[in-house]
């Protein structure tokens, strides 16, 4: 295959912004040089003064197939995220029939999406009630890492756990060495805020808010910590709502603990005071809070408590989402918005004062180590899959139900003006998506990850596809 060279004035490597070319040869980057090093029988493209930032990993996404393809799938999901820059999926184990909580339904979840990906793609695996012995096998069989939850999820294929199914779990967990994500609410300060709400009307945000204190998320993160102390596993905390939470965290990982966080697209751009009454797509659990909530997780990004941004892309059909009732107690809790997460991103971080290195380590190289792929993705590196979004940074747009591409178009952000503008998408090398146009066959392949267990530990030996 020939040689070839993406030039642009704003190249995001891990050494900074420069300018000139990036070479790719086959699947993988040959490395970045200096417009006057490109080789003579190189094929030339030039972005001009578009940025070319490494393709997004997303390790937190609900594909829903197999079982609730009605919801979501492989085909429509990798195919937003293709249009929203993003080159790698890490799918979690619940909301799919079977959930992923033993190799037989990992089996299952890959011959679904066989066929279907626009992009590269991973599992995560379960951690429910009992099943402490499908663990190992799961991390055999190439999962990522695992999930729980400790409150209901909304669905009962997947169980929550309570201490006991922690304690029994948590040292074959640790023993994997594969991180541990947590839904961190407790359901007894839930359970007492919602019990106070008897004849409160749920057609208002405010009503749903105080049903999901803030203290059921620092409850439930001081107890992971808690247990990461005794049982020294790799504790990471999903989808951080409350600012909280940050002393607490920071607290943890200067005592060394392998405590990492992220947040989501939502919890960085919305706010409490402006979502109207009945407004049920923009139900999500955790709750989105309050404006200062808000700007205290932008202060937790720029500290380094938290780590990466990430999705949480959680759809479902539209009568789950009780519109025409603006019900939110009874409405679906997950925000769909994975083909615009980096401009909703960038339109918040640039007014910060933030730049696209910062894009670039929240949203593809801190996930991919999160997902334990970062030898192969998440920054424009030689050896590295060629996976890489070309963005206009200064460009706006009107969102509309065109740009979504998931299956179902709903989505709070409709009718909003935000800034970064995705052009093309490139997954190891080949073209998927150019200016609001799929490119090609399906070409993404599930990302497996070799290991050997070694006196009851586990040594990473790479990335196969």
């Not at 040869?25 to 030039?46: K, L, N, Q």
């Not at 991390?139 to 929550?160: N, Q, S, W, Y």
């Not at 947040?263 to 005071?273: K, Q």
């Not at 989505?411 to 146009?437: A, I």
Request: hydrophobic letters at 40%; aromatic letters at 6%; charged letters at 25%.
């Amino acid at each position: 295959m020939a040689l070839r060279a993406f030039l642009s004035e704003r190249i995001v490597t891990p050494e900074g912004i420069r300018s000139g070319a990036v070479l790719v040869e086959g699947e993988r980057f040959r490395g970045v040089v200096s417009s006057a090093e490109v080789p003579p029988d190189a094929v030339r493209e030039d972005f001009q003064n578009s940025a070319l930032l490494p393709g997004l990993v997303d390790s937190h996404v609900h594909i829903n197939e197999p079982g609730r393809t009605d919801w979501e799938g492989f085909r429509t999901m990798t195919r937003a995220a293709a249009a929203g820059g993003c080159t790698m999926l890490v799918d979690m184990p619940l909301n799919c029939v079977p959930a992923t909580t033993n190799v037989a339904a990992l089996q299952a979840k890959r011959a679904a999406a066989r066929g279907q990906c626009s992009v590269d793609w991973a599992a995560w695996g379960g951690v429910v009630h009992n099943n402490q012995n499908d663990i190992e096998p799961l991390a055999r069989a190439g999962v990522r890492g695992f999930k729980c939850f400790l409150v209901h999820p909304g669905i009962d294929e997947f169980t929550m756990v309570r201490d006991s199914d922690l304690r029994a779990a948590l040292p074959i967990v640790a023993a994997t060495d594969l991180p541990l994500l947590v839904h961190a609410e407790l359901p007894e300060p839930i359970d007492a805020a919602t019990g106070k709400l008897a004849g409160a009307d749920w057609t208002r945000y405010k009503t749903y808010l105080q049903s999901r204190p803030d203290e059921a998320e620092l409850a439930a993160i001081r107890l992971m910590i808690d247990l990461c102390r005794e049982y020294h596993y790799r504790l990471h905390i999903v989808h951080l709502a409350t600012s909280r939470a940050l002393p607490i965290l920071r607290e943890a990982r200067a005592e060394g603990l392998p405590v990492t966080v992220e947040t989501c697209p939502h919890y960085l751009h919305l706010e409490a005071e402006t979502i109207p009454d009945g407004a049920t797509p923009c139900k999500c659990a955790p709750p989105i809070r309050a404006r200062e909530n808000r700007e205290q997780l932008w202060q937790g990004l720029k500290d380094g408590i938290i780590d990466m941004v990430v999705t949480d892309h959680s759809p479902c059909p539209p009568a789950m989402k009780r519109m025409s009732e603006g019900n939110f107690q009874t409405a679906w809790g997950g925000i769909a918005g994975i083909s615009l997460a980096l401009p909703l991103l960038w339109t918040e971080a640039s007014r910060r004062g933030f730049n696209l290195n910062h894009i670039a380590r929240w949203m593809a190289g801190k996930p991919a180590s999160l997902a334990g792929c970062h030898a192969r993705k998440g920054k424009i590196s030689a050896g590295h899959d060629a996976d890489f979004v070309v963005v206009d940074p200064e460009a706006e747009f009107t969102v509309t139900e065109d740009r979504l591409h998931h299956r179902h178009a709903i989505s709070p952000y409709v009718g909003e003006n935000l800034r970064g503008v995705v052009q093309r998408t490139y997954v190891r090398g080949n073209l998927v998506f150019r200016d609001g146009q799929f490119a090609g066959d399906p070409v993404g392949r599930e990302c497996l990850q070799q290991f050997f267990a070694l006196a009851g530990r586990r040594t990473r030996t790479g990335t196969t596809h």
